[in-house]
Each structure stands twice: as structure tokens, then as C-alpha cells.
């Protein structure tokens, strides 16, 4: 590590792991004479030895870019790295690029089971149900069930720090509920519109638009009467009844196991950031006599992590999302059309960023997609294209932020190293990523780090 360095464990319940980790990151900041504290955020490895390699290879970067930074040698920065229990909860690397092998589809499936179900018992229930899947409709409906078990309940408002700006009345609500039917419709529905890990339905230009009189996608709509080629009801006992060949009975089940596990590390995030990260972010912002500035920056659910750590504080420098893992509408005004706001949208309305916001976002974040179009063809949302910018349902990652007023129009593109950022005060800068963003895990280069160290160093 490059940086005077410093990682903080939190637990999946929200509380710190080891104390003396905190201890050690306070100090750290007290005796280092740092002018800047920079907070990582991992949200997509599922262990922590993948997490250093992420902040490793940032940092790393840090450092490289750091010469074409102005104003870099006059400031101090300290990095902490927080470390928290976060799934892998989509199968990227099998998107658009063939898939798993026919055949395979059980293997992988038992092998998503293992790494993505916590719960030893829940885990083996589902295992065992996979030889079933494709001729059992009872079966279905038991590992449905079963996933529904883990959802979290939707959450509160958050509770913020105090503020000094105006009240609005508006009120902060959840914009990215798990949708209805998957918490209460049949078995059948639900596979048939979540869809398997092979099929990227969330990229508008693959999508080509929602069907006209049906479901997105040209799905046909199996609330009312028959599926396709199968009952409603979830009678039809064999994969042919189902609609589709057998192999795609395990992919969709492993669709069903995404969107849950999404869900599932959505209300963690929340827990780790107004936990044990905002207890952190407020000793580090006290560290010093001579005051530090707070930077957070966070991957995929990370990001969600740092933004409902980041309300409860009274004043952060600058926060960095790359490719967030959660709507685009959190920090909206009246996103729905009833007065509703984004769950983080006091960040901005109650003014406590003094520096920008920097949200990378690309259509090349097939993850972010495949959740968001799984989400939207359950709610039997119709758009131009499942999980795009105007599609209810759809991700800040894939489209950066909407319906926020204090978004920079018109859009601002990721640059190469060297390129001249005009950051702002309090304003969101949506930084379109497709030439250096390959896909959602694709945030440690050089262009990131260049950003985000002309944020670090905004005035």
C-alpha cells in the first residue's frame, strides 16, 4: 500500500468487528498530519482477501496518477479500508458470453447455492430440491419459498444528522422495493419472468424496447389464466409445461438466487453503512485537531454502504460511486410522482457535501442490469428498455443518477488521465464510463483513480 493505510472490519449485523481496528484507524489519521481521509467500500467480493486485492489495485493507481493531479503535493491523504461480509450476487461472467455449458447448468447452480446461502440448513434444503427443479413444479415452489425466507423486510427512512438547510416535507421512501410478485406470486410466474444469468434483457440496445401489449421483453403476461405452454396455477409438472427446455429450468433458478441475494445484500449494506461505518466516519472526522476532509468511495453495494453512512454525518468532501448496486432514483426528487424522494436524498437537499459526487455508470455493467431487469419484469414494468433510464426499475450503475436536480447537464464523460474535470461544490457529476468500464467489477483502473483523485482534491 502506497498510503498510510488502516481496515476496519464490520460485521453483516452492522456493528465493528475488532475495536482496536477502529482505534488503530483513528490514530493512524491523529498522528499522520493527514489533510485528507479517503473510506473504501468493497460491495461484490465474497472474501475479504479479494477486497485488499481491490483496494491494492486502486490505491496503486492512486499513487501513478497522483503527479497529474493539481494541488496533490500540498495535501496529506490516509486511506481506510472498510471490510464487511458481502456476497457475489450475480453471475457476470456468464453473461453474453455463452453461458454456462448444457449440462452444467446443476453444477453451477449447487456451486451459486454454496457461495451465496449463509444459512447452512437453507442451503441444503435448496441443494437437495436441484435434482427436482426441472420435473417438479412442487419443487420450484419449495426453493422459491425457501429464498423468500432470507428477504429482508423494506427499510425505514434513514435517520440523518441534523441540518441547518430548509425542510421540504417530502418524504425519503425505499424507491427500490423488492417487487410484489416476487414475494408473493406463484413459482411459475416468478422463474418465467426473472430469467436465467445468460440473458442480459437489462441493456436497452439488446433489448430494443418492451413489447407492445405484454410484458417487457414480449413475455406474456401469466398473472391472469395460462402460462406459456403451462398452467398459472404451477400444476404442469415438467419442464415442458414450463415453457422452456430443462437446461433453462436451473439457469432461471439461478436467476431466482441472483435477485434474492441482491435484495439480501441491499438491507446489509444499509446495516454496515448506519452501523459500524458511520460510527467510524465520525471518530475519523475528529481525529485531528487541525480537521481532515472525508472522502468515501465505494464499489457496487459498497457504495450503497457509504451513502447511508454518509447521511449521518454533518459534513463529507467528496463521495465516489463506482458502479453502485442500487437505483438510480435514491437521490431523486419525487421520483414516483407522489412526493416520494430517493431513501439517500438528504445528502444532497440538506447540503452536507462540500466537494462533488462522481457516479461511474455504463451500459457495459451487466450485473447492475440483470438485477434491474429481473426486478422490472417481475413488477410487469413497460419501457423502452428493461432496467434503462426510464424504466422504474434501474440501477445507478447502468444509468447514474435521475431525477436529481443537482445532476450536471449536460453528461460528463470518464477521462483519460490528464483530462480536466470542473468539479463543483455539491453537485453530481454522472461520468459515462463505457470506454474504460468493461463490465461491473472493472473499477480499479486508471481513469477511475484519476477522478476520483481530482474529487479527493476539489476545493
Not at 113 to 136: F, H, K, N, Q
Not at 326 to 340: K, M, N
Amino acid at each position: 500500500m502506497q498510503f498510510p493505510y488502516a481496515e476496519v472490519e464490520i460485521r453483516s449485523t452492522g456493528e465493528i468487528h475488532d475495536d482496536a481496528q477502529r482505534r488503530a484507524a483513528v490514530e493512524l489519521v491523529a498522528s499522520s498530519g493527514a489533510t485528507d481521509v479517503l473510506v473504501l467500500c468493497h460491495g461484490w467480493n465474497n472474501d475479504i482477501p479479494q477486497a485488499r486485492r481491490l483496494y491494492q489495485r486502486l490505491t496503486d493507481n492512486l499513487a501513478a496518477v497522483r503527479p497529474a493531479v493539481p494541488g496533490t503535493a500540498s495535501r496529506t491523504l490516509v486511506v481506510v479500508g472498510a471490510l464487511w461480509p458481502s456476497i457475489r450476487w450475480s453471475d457476470e461472467d456468464e453473461v453474453a458470453g455463452g453461458g454456462v455449458a448444457v449440462g452444467d447448468q446443476a453444477t453451477a447452480l449447487v456451486g451459486a447455492i454454496a457461495t451465496r446461502v449463509e444459512d447452512p440448513a437453507r442451503a441444503a434444503l435448496l441443494t437437495r430440491l436441484v435434482p427436482r427443479l426441472t420435473d417438479s413444479a412442487e419443487a420450484r415452489q419449495r426453493f422459491l419459498d425457501a429464498l423468500r425466507e432470507q428477504i429482508p423486510p423494506a427499510p425505514t427512512a434513514p435517520s440523518t444528522a441534523p441540518s441547518t438547510a430548509p425542510s421540504t416535507g417530502a418524504t425519503e421512501v425505499d424507491e427500490d422495493p423488492p417487487p410484489t410478485a416476487l414475494l408473493h406470486a406463484d413459482a411459475e410466474t416468478v422463474f418465467q419472468a426473472v430469467g436465467g444469468p445468460e440473458v442480459d434483457l437489462g441493456s436497452p440496445e439488446r433489448t430494443g424496447g418492451a413489447a407492445t401489449g405484454g410484458m417487457p421483453g414480449g413475455m406474456a403476461d401469466t398473472t391472469a389464466g395460462a402460462t406459456a405452454g403451462g398452467r398459472a396455477d404451477g400444476t404442469a409438472g415438467g419442464a415442458a409445461g414450463f415453457g422452456f427446455d430443462l437446461d433453462s429450468v436451473l439457469a432461471k433458478a439461478r436467476g431466482v438466487l441472483n435477485i434474492t441475494t441482491y435484495y439480501t445484500m441491499k438491507d446489509r449494506a444499509g446495516k454496515v453503512g448506519s452501523g459500524g461505518i458511520a460510527t467510524l466516519l465520525s471518530e475519523l472526522a475528529g481525529a485531528s485537531t487541525s480537521g481532515v476532509r472525508l472522502h468515501l468511495a465505494g464499489h457496487s453495494f459498497g457504495a450503497r454502504a457509504l451513502a447511508a453512512a454518509a447521511v449521518r454525518q454533518p459534513r463529507l468532501h467528496s463521495y465516489t460511486l463506482m458502479q453502485g448496486a442500487f437505483s438510480h432514483h435514491a437521490f431523486a426528487v419525487d421520483f414516483d410522482g407522489r412526493g416520494g424522494n430517493g431513501h439517500f436524498r438528504s445528502l444532497l437537499a440538506d447540503r452536507r457535501l462540500t466537494g462533488p459526487m462522481l457516479i461511474t455508470h455504463t451500459v457495459n455493467d451487466r450485473a447492475v442490469g440483470l438485477a434491474y431487469a429481473a426486478a422490472s419484469r417481475l413488477a410487469r414494468q413497460a419501457g423502452a428498455g428493461l432496467g434503462d433510464a426510464n424504466d422504474p426499475y434501474g440501477g445507478i450503475g447502468r444509468n447514474g443518477a435521475l431525477k436529481t436536480p443537482e445532476v450536471v447537464q449536460p453528461g460528463v464523460e470518464l477521462l483519460e488521465v490528464g483530462g480536466s474535470y470542473q468539479f463543483l461544490p455539491g453537485r453530481v457529476f454522472n461520468l459515462k464510463a463505457d470506454r474504460f468500464i468493461s463490465s461491473h467489477g472493472d473499477v480499479s483502473g486508471q481513469q477511475v483513480a484519476y477522478a476520483l483523485y481530482c474529487a479527493i482534491n476539489s476545493q
